[in-house]
């Protein structure tokens, strides 16, 4: 076993092959050399501005190198890198600084969170002696990353990694990245997916190729441009790329893809199956886990084709279905219309994660649930359904909100969607849904006959309502409870 430092591995990696490029994002690019140097000036201020191991360090900056190299200047000062979005209000950022208590924020102008050390986007740090980043030594991260997430509550809450910043070298990369490859990261590096898929590559020495932001074809033309081994998507982005017209699509080369990844939301049946007949069952990879990374499923094309909608088999042990009273599930006695509660538990001897401003919810044999609803089948294949607190209860009849949207996709004019339950006197929640579509070319009435094509009849929302903005964001994520109470609210 050989245990090093994210800091000594970064540093290894320039040794080995200086002038290779580590990140480019946009027109911005730097080598791995280039990284590390930029990381060490960076850890040398932000020490002399009084940040010490152990403290988290919030990162609010959009994708770029930039990100990068605040992340891993955290590390290097064995600080805590905790990632937000940069376009938060400036409300949901004091409650998540609330909750982690930075020493330092980096993306912010000089002066705009008093009491901490403020960096603002863009700056450079002066270019630092080698003494002086000698003297820093080779501290250890306690947690290699603390994300944060709102969940189906809205209210934010750290979810603080159980690892320390450590890898084995002797170990296999993670998550099929390969070593000396290419991952393209079109996701926002705030969200967890990203963080994780484009650091672990970074770590095994891939080139990581991020997107400033999301757009179909920039996807496309990243993965032939820099021969890209390994792309993360979500099936948002899976849409949109495959909505692309037919001669866009087929003009770029992606022979060099080996595995694509899909997670973060439900994909669609019908769209994953056209992913699978455009590039292949060998190469298209689903994976379900949630921050917390208390076990995860993996399922590869072949397997899906097998048992379709499935988010793959887990580890014995790892997964259980529990029904309304609490009692534990058997396979058959589940099925899409038999859904239980999905608990997860870690075969590890240490925790995986800690909250900070959540509790878990638990129950005895170390179970925790994330809220999903789900099933087993007899060969042990997880399939999911929807949080439970997003299920629409109307005339008696549980409704997953997931089944209609993923109909609602199907139509060419929808771009996106949400389906939430309204409160209705006779039916207790009458179906509406939020639909982002050109209207001009979408009628309410073809909708419905489209829908009804599709879904029994009491699944065909009563109501409609058409935005112009996306509902779901790049990484793919839909609060469903902050739209319902929108609506609520008038």
């Given at each position: 076993?050989?245990?090093?430092?994210?800091?000594?591995?970064?540093?290894?990696?320039?040794?080995?092959?200086?002038?290779?490029?580590?990140?480019?994002?946009?027109?911005?690019?730097?080598?791995?050399r280039e990284l590390v140097q930029r990381v060490d000036d960076l850890a040398v201020e932000l020490h002399d501005r009084g940040v010490s191991a152990g403290e988290m360090v919030t990162i609010a900056l959009p994708n770029s190198v930039e990100w990068f190299v605040a992340f891993a200047a955290a590390w290097?000062?064995?600080?805590?890198?905790?990632?937000?979005?940069?376009?938060?209000?400036?409300?949901?950022?004091?409650?998540?600084?609330?909750?982690?208590?930075?020493?330092?924020?980096?993306?912010?102008?000089?002066?705009?969170?008093?009491?901490?050390?403020?960096?603002?986007?863009?700056?450079?740090?002066?270019?630092?002696?080698?003494?002086?980043?000698?003297?820093?030594?080779?501290?250890?991260?306690?947690?290699?990353?603390?994300?944060?997430?709102?969940?189906?509550?809205?209210?934010?809450?750290?979810?603080?990694?159980?690892?320390?910043?450590?890898?084995?070298?002797?170990?296999?990369?993670?998550?099929?990245?390969?070593?000396?490859?290419?991952?393209?990261?079109?996701?926002?590096?705030?969200?967890?997916?990203?963080?994780?898929?484009?650091?672990?590559?970074?770590?095994?020495?891939?080139?990581?190729?991020?997107?400033?932001?999301?757009?179909?074809?920039?996807?496309?033309?990243?993965?032939?441009?820099?021969?890209?081994?390994?792309?993360?998507?979500?099936?948002?982005?899976?849409?949109?790329?495959?909505?692309?017209?037919?001669?866009?699509?087929?003009?770029?080369?992606?022979?060099?893809?080996?595995?694509?990844?899909?997670?973060?939301?439900?994909?669609?049946?019908?769209?994953?199956?056209?992913?699978?007949?455009?590039?292949?069952?060998?190469?298209?990879?689903?994976?379900?886990?949630?921050?917390?990374?208390?076990?995860?499923?993996?399922?590869?094309?072949?397997?899906?084709?097998?048992?379709?909608?499935?988010?793959?088999?887990?580890?014995?042990?790892?997964?259980?279905?529990?029904?309304?009273?609490?009692?534990?599930?058997?396979?058959?006695?589940?099925?899409?219309?038999?859904?239980?509660?999905?608990?997860?538990?870690?075969?590890?001897?240490?925790?995986?994660?800690?909250?900070?401003?959540?509790?878990?919810?638990?129950?005895?044999?170390?179970?925790?649930?994330?809220?999903?609803?789900?099933?087993?089948?007899?060969?042990?294949?997880?399939?999911?359904?929807?949080?439970?607190?997003?299920?629409?209860?109307?005339?008696?009849?549980?409704?997953?909100?997931?089944?209609?949207?993923?109909?609602?996709?199907?139509?060419?004019?929808?771009?996106?969607?949400?389906?939430?339950?309204?409160?209705?006197?006779?039916?207790?929640?009458?179906?509406?849904?939020?639909?982002?579509?050109?209207?001009?070319?979408?009628?309410?009435?073809?909708?419905?006959?489209?829908?009804?094509?599709?879904?029994?009849?009491?699944?065909?929302?009563?109501?409609?309502?058409?935005?112009?903005?996306?509902?779901?964001?790049?990484?793919?994520?839909?609060?469903?409870?902050?739209?319902?109470?929108?609506?609520?609210?008038?």
């Amino acid at each position: 076993m050989a245990v090093v430092s994210f800091t000594q591995q970064l540093l290894r990696l320039a040794d080995a092959a200086p002038h290779r490029a580590a990140i480019t994002c946009g027109h911005d690019s730097v080598s791995r050399r280039e990284l590390v140097q930029r990381v060490d000036d960076l850890a040398v201020e932000l020490h002399d501005r009084g940040v010490s191991a152990g403290e988290m360090v919030t990162i609010a900056l959009p994708n770029s190198v930039e990100w990068f190299v605040a992340f891993a200047a955290a590390w290097r000062l064995g600080a805590i890198p905790q990632p937000i979005s940069a376009r938060l209000p400036a409300r949901e950022i004091e409650a998540i600084l609330g909750l982690a208590d930075p020493r330092a924020v980096v993306g912010v102008p000089e002066g705009s969170v008093p009491g901490r050390v403020c960096v603002p986007e863009g700056h450079v740090a002066p270019r630092a002696a080698g003494a002086r980043v000698a003297a820093l030594g080779d501290p250890v991260s306690p947690a290699w990353k603390a994300p944060t997430s709102g969940g189906s509550t809205g209210r934010p809450k750290l979810i603080v990694s159980g690892d320390p910043a450590l890898l084995d070298t002797d170990d296999p990369p993670q998550l099929l990245l390969g070593t000396d490859g290419c991952l393209v990261m079109p996701g926002p590096l705030y969200h967890n997916g990203p963080v994780v898929w484009s650091l672990r590559a970074l770590l095994h020495g891939n080139h990581v190729v991020v997107l400033p932001r999301f757009e179909a074809e920039s996807t496309l033309a990243a993965i032939e441009a820099h021969r890209a081994t390994v792309v993360y998507l979500v099936p948002t982005m899976m849409k949109r790329i495959w909505r692309l017209p037919q001669e866009v699509r087929k003009r770029y080369d992606l022979d060099s893809l080996r595995v694509v990844w899909h997670l973060a939301e439900p994909c669609p049946e019908w769209l994953k199956q056209e992913w699978i007949d455009w590039l292949g069952h060998e190469r298209i990879f689903e994976l379900y886990a949630g921050t917390e990374a208390q076990t995860a499923t993996i399922i590869t094309g072949a397997e899906w084709l097998a048992h379709r909608g499935s988010v793959g088999r887990p580890v014995p042990g790892t997964v259980s279905i529990t029904d309304a009273g609490g009692r534990e599930m058997a396979p058959h006695q589940m099925g899409p219309g038999e859904m239980g509660e999905v608990w997860l538990r870690t075969v590890r001897d240490t925790p995986t994660y800690r909250y900070v401003g959540a509790e878990a919810r638990r129950r005895d044999g170390g179970w925790e649930s994330l809220g999903d609803m789900g099933y087993l089948d007899t060969d042990g294949y997880l399939y999911l359904g929807d949080r439970s607190a997003d299920m629409i209860l109307s005339g008696g009849a549980n409704i997953y909100p997931a089944e209609i949207e993923f109909a609602l996709q199907e139509h060419p004019g929808v771009h996106s969607c949400a389906v939430i339950g309204l409160p209705d006197e006779d039916k207790g929640n009458t179906i509406h849904a939020i639909v982002e579509a050109d209207v001009a070319s979408v009628d309410v009435d073809e909708l419905r006959s489209f829908l009804g094509e599709r879904l029994v009849s009491y699944k065909v929302p009563r109501t409609f309502e058409f935005v112009e903005e996306a509902l779901r964001d790049d990484a793919g994520k839909l609060r469903r409870s902050a739209l319902r109470q929108a609506r609520l609210n008038g």
